[in-house]
């Protein structure tokens, strides 16, 4: 029996997940362990994530784990890793993908069905990701935006205590920590309108690139189509030198149809572009060819 150490995040939503491989692994044959590993992200709270230095901050101290060989296995959310992977480790295998779409959850009071996903005017906003920042801009100038940082259930209770009319969240997270909401109004904004950041709602399993035993026991838990889908969302996101700091949405679904969401900076204009991909290999440097006239 193959004994396998996870290393995750010791955040909720990081548990569950490491949790969810836990079990797949368990149903394999494995034997398996949890290490809880603290991370530059979970240590700086006060700060907005474009403010934070580098990128892979949620990441960096896992992926040492695993070169040092403490840890056998990290479970990412897949959004949070950066595009180049670290030098001796690997994505060995992604999850199916839950829903990809953003949730926005309004305080009551803050309700005006008249507007733009019910929100009302000039309402608080809290988020501190740069692509949501963009989208809403682009959607309702109108808002506020403050910045929001925390686990998932801390940031709902920021909103629940009145620092914000209204927040965003990836859907992902809440359904997978199966919370209570029923005390907002949850609008779930459409990915194909409001686009995803690249491989929201999918895991990556990381391994160290030499485990080939524990590599060919993760292809039977790995969804080749979703791999296909999110390489492409992070090539575009790798091709544009982009950590998560940047106002990049890229989405493509099921049936091949890829969305993109872009702009250079806040004060800038949002770009918008869909395709249907026929043709994976080179898809990405089109989108990069079209950001850029």
Known sequence: MKKVVIG?????????????????????????????????GDKIQHLSFDKLEGKGFFTKEIEDALLSKTIDLAVHSHKDLETTPPEGLMIACVSERANPADILLINKNAVDNNEKWSVKKNA??????????????AYRSDVQINDLRGNVPTRIQKL????????????????????????????????????????QGVLGLQIRNEDKELFDILQ????PD???RIELERKVLNLLDGGCQLP???YCDENHHLFVSFAKGLENKRIALDYKVNEFEGMAEKVIADLNQ
């Open 124 to 137: 608080i906003v809290g988020t501190s990701s740069a692509r949501r920042k963009s989208q809403v801009l």
């Open 248 to 250: 990049l949405g890229v």
């Open 8 to 40: 995750s995040r010791g955040s909720d939503l990081a548990l569950w997940q490491a949790h969810f491989v836990e079990a797949e692994l368990k149903k394999l044959g494995c034997e398996v362990e949890i290490n809880i590993i603290k991370t530059q």
């Open 220 to 223: 039977k838990m790995n969804f």
């Open 226 to 228: 979703v791999q296909k």
């Open 160 to 199: 629940r205590d009145g620092n914000y009319d209204a927040i965003l969240l990836a859907k992902a997270g809440v359904d997978r920590l199966e919370l209570d909401l029923s005390d907002f109004l949850e609008v779930v904004l459409d990915p194909e309108e409001f686009v995803p950041a690249p491989a």
